[in-house]
């Protein structure tokens, strides 16, 4: 398996050991949870003060044995559990009663775990988001297809539209990469496919510098970025790597502090099914690097830690301007009036006791983690229209400018300006002139979507960025989207109906300027310039006359 | 490209059925390799004199002859001293892997291992 000739049936082998597997599962699913039967009948007998030497015995072969096999399913989690409860029956010394409730909330998660199989564990093989990628070179393909590999990511090479239809019957990919050619032989209705799957496909697009592809057709069609089919297939597979790691960064990360890896095992058992990204860091040291790496969205700490005082950390965090308004999250066994005290007085947004409870847990970190979101959300959205705002325009604008200059891509910047607006607002009040804003906004989103940015940039101008397209590009989409906005019929909360235009000044990243302060002037120009020549209609910059 | 692997052959001890199907799974289907069982250490002492695997998956915990007493005894043994054993173990103190080694054990690999990765862990280890 380690020579490159086998490579290519890498993905093959690993559907087939997947279903091999599941079909072990299936056989031996019984067999490990009567195990997890012995534990729990085990530590039962532990609280009734009678478990007997026999009963132990058993327990504690059962446990090394579910640490042994259950995270060759994909079962890290509950392999960690049971290592931690194979060393709590381990010995001859009376086991102390202080650790039968963290025992019991151990074995409950190990169940729990094993139990969600079904659906993930027995597909272990095939857990590594998929990139599917299709390509005329079979050569070529292949070779992109190792360097996804050596990402971690697993490979579905296919060779043309048709094998690409039959690979997709089997697998949901996270991102594909796609050569588009010329746009024919009925690619760009793959695009369309697997932009309609849910969860959405992100299709990135390969274009050659000769073949005559129109970028806004792909771009309707649903592809979500372009890449020079001629960069080396390892910065092919860093793109589709970065696509996947976006995805991640949308989901919610918790850093969870714990000396205690049984703890830590049970805290991320709980919470990562419902979909967070959970973080752990036994050592405590390690915890002000891990927060800057992970920055994370939520901190778990535990104040039961030996070694550490969880209230100080706290309180530490509270003091860093950095961290000040992090949501922190106290676990604890010692419920106490005055712990409860000292946990709130360090800063400290709430508790839970141990032993970990799933729902409860669960509940207060989404409930800490949508106060979190509402914030981040209005500081980032123009309340009006829901659009991005001045201020995240510019993070987006930054980030598309560096990838446009990685991936050696065009990148656009197109300002709006409603026309007439004064007038509707004179007319029909601000009510008016607000719905039509909003109806405005609806329409961008409706067109603009993938890696384009959209924000209110002020007043009545919106603002757009418009990655992977020259101004040539980006005036045909905007005038497509003048034409939509001129077929719509405006309503105001009075019931009154008018007809709305725009004009607008698009200008290209390298070509018009070097930064956003240029573009906006020479894209404002060329706004400019539309309004004398009578509004309506969408310029590139430069442009002197009509 | 280098020419594919030759095939091998290696047999599994372990007494637990759920591990001897898996690892069979994970060094046939991904190593493509030739794999035997024995479900306890007196009858891997067997299978490995009679059959002359290229290398030896042993269980550590097993009832009966356990993992370092069936080493000991294949090491005593002309016809097996020279098959090279890898220990497979949920235990992974760093004290009892190294007693496993000056035993003879060719290296010690972790339980839980990832199916899809175990054949490339054995033949890292034994150098293939």
């Known amino acids: 398996m380690h020579d490159s000739a086998e490579r290519a049936d890498v993905p093959a082998v690993a559907r087939d050991v997947a279903a091999e597997l599941q079909a072990l599962w299936g056989r031996f699913e019984g067999q490990l949870l009567a195990r997890v039967e012995t534990l729990e009948e085990a530590l039962a007998a532990l609280v009734d003060a009678r478990l007997d030497d026999d009963l132990r015995r058993r327990a504690e072969r059962d446990a090394h044995r579910l640490a042994g096999s259950a995270g060759t399913f994909g079962h890290h989690g509950a392999s960690m559990l049971a290592r931690g409860l194979e060393e709590l029956f381990a010995g001859a010394t009376p086991i102390d009663p202080r650790a039968v409730p963290d025992a019991l909330a151990e074995v409950a998660s190990l169940r729990a775990e094993l139990a969600s199989t079904a659906s993930t564990g027995s597909s272990h093989a095939d857990a590594r988001p998929v990139v599917l990628i299709v390509h005329r070179d079979a050569e070529l393909a292949g070779e992109i297809g190792s360097a996804v590999e050596a990402r971690g990511l697993a490979p579905e090479v296919t060779e043309g539209v048709s094998g690409a239809r039959t690979a997709l019957a089997g697998a949901h990919p996270s991102v594909a990469l796609v050569d588009l050619g010329d746009g024919g032989d009925g690619v760009l209705d793959l695009v369309r496919e697997l932009g309609a799957r849910t969860p959405p496909v992100a299709v990135l697009a390969l274009t050659s510098g000769t073949g005559f592809l129109d970028r806004v057709d792909a771009v309707r069609a649903g592809v979500r970025g372009f890449l020079p089919a001629s960069l080396a297939p390892s910065e092919l597979a860093g793109a589709a790597a970065a696509i996947v790691e976006a995805a991640q960064l949308d989901r919610w990360r918790l850093l969870a502090v714990d000396d205690d890896p049984s703890v830590l095992a049970a805290l991320i058992a709980l919470l990562e099914p419902a979909g967070l990204v959970v973080s752990g860091v036994t050592e405590p040291e390690r915890f002000w690097a891990a927060l800057r790496e992970t920055t994370p969205d939520l901190v778990i700490l535990d104040l039961d830690m030996p070694e550490v005082n969880g209230i100080e950390l706290c309180r530490l965090l509270r003091a860093d301007p950095r961290w000040a308004a992090l949501p922190v999250l106290c676990v604890t066994s010692h419920a106490g009036r005055d712990t409860i005290e000292a946990v709130f007085a360090a800063g400290a947004d709430d508790y839970v006791q141990k032993p970990l409870v799933g729902s409860e847990l669960l509940t207060r970190v989404t409930n800490r983690l949508e106060r979190t979101r509402i914030l981040r959300v209005l500081a980032e959205t123009d309340p009006l229209t829901g659009l991005a705002n001045r201020r995240k325009f510019v993070d987006e604008w930054n980030r598309l400018q560096a990838m446009a200059d990685r991936y050696d891509q065009p990148l656009s910047f197109a300002l709006l300006d409603l026309d007439h607006f004064r007038d509707v607002n004179s007319r029909y009040g601000h009510e008016g002139g607000d719905a039509a804003l909003q109806r405005i906004a609806q329409l961008l989103l409706e067109r603009f979507r993938g890696e384009d940015v959209v924000a209110r940039w002020g007043g009545e101008e919106i603002a757009l960025a418009l990655y992977g397209m020259t101004r040539a590009d980006g005036v045909r989409r905007v005038s497509d989207l003048l034409a939509a906005v001129r077929e719509e019929e405006m309503v105001t909360p009075g019931g009154h109906s008018f007809g709305l235009s725009f004009s607008a000044g698009v200008s290209e990243y390298k070509v018009d300027g070097d930064g956003l302060r240029d573009l906006t002037q020479r894209a404002d120009e060329a706004l400019s310039v539309a309004k004398a020549l009578g509004r309506a209609r969408v310029l590139p910059a430069g442009e002197r006359t009509g | ?128």
């Open chain 2, 1 to 128: 490209m280098t020419p594919p692997a030759l095939t091998r052959r290696v047999l599994v001890v372990d007494d637990e059925e759920l591990i001897r199907e898996v690892v069979e799974v994970s060094l046939a289907s991904v190593g493509g390799w030739e794999v035997l069982t024995a479900s306890s250490g007196e009858e891997g002492l067997g299978k490995a004199a009679a059959a002359q695997p290229d290398a030896i998956l042993l269980d550590v915990m097993m009832p009966g002859l356990d993992g370092p007493g069936t080493l000991a005894r294949l090491a005593a043994d002309p016809a097996t001293a020279s098959i090279p054993v890898v220990f497979l173990s949920a235990k992974v103190r760093q004290s009892e892997q190294q007693q496993w080694v000056d035993l003879g054990a060719a290296g010690v690999l972790v339980k839980p291992f990832d199916p899809m990765l175990l054949a490339t862990q054995v033949a890292e280890v034994l150098g293939w």
